[in-house]
């Protein structure tokens, strides 16, 4: 009848209404992913990771890179996925995707400039692409080092200082003791040499062999063997007794607004704000200035020592062991509140409050090397100050960790703290520091 032929035709329109309608709506809900490489990557070597952050809620169906060199692209990644251009609703969280980039599948590339492009297209109808893309610079000659041929004498706890040249690549150079770092800086009057002035920290055992080093970001790695002879050192062990009268004056100075039990709170302080207090002090290692602002040797403070460098101590309580920690510094004690004088000239790069070690100042002498200042009565320098080998800086004191007046005296290389004496001795500087790189 004409009413039946009537409606099979409307429910034929409905059906090539929603036959045109379901790819325009899928088209509609399509989407365009998101493409980043790491921000950090900027050198290519033989095989360098690289990772690109891509986000999509369809998923991604394609993901190639190449390195781009002198109008060339050299593909070094690619991947496809199984498509879901229609079935393509269920929402997927980014991903990243990991590739090796340089050499080793782009025999092609040369040392220089390059481009990285990464591309994924959408997984869903429409398969949209986005594209991220990073000027980087392709190392394929690895660094190589000479070292001098001194002889380098090094005591465990101590200082010295080893100079040498780098060839090829590299953009990080020093020397490495065990699992410590020491920057190098080039040697003032001598084109491509460079110095490292460095410690064998305390910490670190005699049998270790110091090595100078180079690396660059493409995971390449040189190192360089000069001849040393460490000198052990067997480091003081000594029982520390400490009663309630201290454990209030240090809890009550320290930790001012807490709560609990009394020495619960400060081996809380002898341990983490210990810990925290050193961190900041090594971090200071940053603001070190590239030239010598120190000459001849340090002065030590007239005083007694009550403390050395790198003592074992044992804490005891009520006769019994409570805390062990090791003290990177020698105590000098002479009368109430003393003068306090720079070491050597140099610049402060800090005056103020420092936990344990109470009121403090670091004096930069250039180069990684500072001397550290702490339980000071007064501070009479600010930071920024310029001052003279034998300038009163402050006054000792008992503030921070200290059971009575005296100055905690420290040195350190790199933010690494080492055994003062050495300094003290003209001749060990002249022959260990001076005889391989003079002050301009």
Not at 119 to 137: F, H, K, Q
Not at 264 to 291: C, P, V
């Amino acid at each position: 009848s004409l009413w039946l032929l009537t409606a099979v035709k409307r429910i034929l329109l409905v059906i090539i209404f929603l036959g045109l309608l379901s790819p325009l709506l899928l088209l509609f809900l399509s989407t365009t992913p998101k493409v980043e490489l790491d921000p950090s990557l900027s050198i290519i070597g033989t095989a360098t990771p690289v990772k690109v952050h891509i986000t999509d809620p369809h998923g991604v169906r394609n993901v190639s890179a190449w390195v781009e060199q002198n109008g060339t692209r050299y593909q070094v990644f690619a991947s496809t996925r199984p498509s879901t251009r229609i079935l393509f609703f269920k929402g997927q969280k980014p991903e990243d995707v990991a590739f090796d980039a340089g050499t080793k599948n782009a025999p092609a590339l040369k040392d220089g400039k390059a481009r990285l492009i990464v591309e994924a297209s959408s997984n869903d109808l429409r398969g949209s692409t986005a594209t991220d893309t990073r000027e980087v610079t392709v190392v394929t000659r690895p660094p190589s080092i000479a070292v001098d041929g001194a002889q380098h004498y090094i005591n465990q706890g101590g200082a010295e200082l080893v100079t040498f040249s780098v060839q090829g690549f590299w953009t990080e150079a020093g020397e490495r003791t065990g699992p410590y770092k020491f920057r190098s800086f080039p040697v003032p009057g001598k084109p491509g040499e460079r110095f490292s002035l460095f410690g064998f920290p305390w910490d670190v055992p005699a049998t270790t062999t110091p090595v100078v080093y180079a690396t660059n970001p493409a995971g390449v790695e040189a190192v360089g063997h000069f001849w040393f002879k460490v000198f052990p050192k067997k480091f003081r062990k000594r029982d520390l007794p400490i009663d309630d009268v201290f454990l209030n004056k240090v809890v009550s100075d320290l930790d001012p607004t807490g709560s609990g039990d009394l020495l619960a709170r400060f081996l809380k302080i002898n341990g983490e704000m210990r810990r925290q207090n050193n961190k900041t002090l090594s971090d200071l290692r940053l603001k070190t200035e590239e030239r010598f602002l120190w000459s001849g040797a340090f002065l030590r403070m007239n005083a007694k020592s009550e403390s050395n460098f790198a003592d074992d101590r044992t804490y005891v309580y009520n006769g019994k062991k409570v805390d062990e920690q090791v003290h990177l510094g020698f105590d000098l004690s002479d009368v109430k509140n003393a003068p306090v004088p720079a070491a050597n000239d140099g610049k402060v790069v800090y005056a103020e409050r420092l936990g344990i070690y109470g009121n403090c100042i670091v004096v930069d002498h250039g180069y990684g090397l500072q001397s550290i200042y702490g339980h000071l009565s007064q501070i009479q320098v600010k930071a920024g100050d310029v001052v003279k080998k034998g300038q009163t800086m402050g006054r000792s004191g008992s503030t921070g960790l200290a059971g009575g007046d005296h100055l905690h005296f420290s040195m350190q290389i790199d933010g690494v703290q080492i055994n003062p004496m050495e300094w003290w001795d003209a001749h060990w500087i002249h022959d260990r520091i001076l005889s391989k790189v003079s002050p301009q």
